[in-house]
């Protein structure tokens, strides 16, 4: 087996934004990825989500390319949510944002991460961490970028 330590901070936001992820989303979601991660060999250190996005610390093995577990860490929770709870309602916005993490930097993100609720509800939001697209600050979406 090689050796490795590749972490990563994902987010990801519901379809246009829409305040869709309530206790029960939530709930499901959370199960959803961490049974998701242990099917794929990855690690999930941290899961925290608000009304319209979820972020997530992971582990990834080299053997996956990150676009490819997000995407099944998405299609997994989608289709569990639609299935279980919003029945076909519920879809995950198309992009992603993804940061590499070394190891100082991981247990600060873990905390932030686990303090969503928190962040939000007191505007203590480190912008960096909260982008999903290319366009998207985590707070509000422009219409250009400079």
């Known amino acids: 087996m090689a050796y490795w330590r590749l972490h990563y901070h994902l987010v990801w936001s519901t379809y246009q934004r829409e305040p869709l992820i309530d206790a029960g989303c939530e709930a499901l979601s959370q ?18 989500s608000v009304e319209d996005h979820v ?11 990150v676009a490819d577990c997000v995407g099944k860490l998405k299609g997994g929770t989608s289709h569990r949510v639609n299935q279980e709870h919003a029945r076909g309602g519920f879809r995950w916005q198309g992009g992603y944002g993804a940061l590499s ?17 928190e962040h939000h509800q007191r505007n203590t939001l480190v912008a960096l961490y909260e982008r999903c697209t290319e366009t998207d600050d985590g707070v509000v979406v422009t219409a250009e970028r400079e």
Not at 103 to 113: E, G
Request: hydrophobic share 45%; aromatic share 6%; charged share 15%.
């Open 31 to 48: 199960q959803t990825l961490f049974g998701k991660a242990k099917e794929l060999g990855l690690l999930i250190h941290a899961v925290g």
């Open 55 to 65: 972020h997530v610390v992971a582990s990834i093995p080299p053997k996956w390319s």
């Open 101 to 117: 993490l070394g190891a100082r930097s991981l247990a600060t993100v873990i905390t932030y991460v686990r303090n969503q609720r």
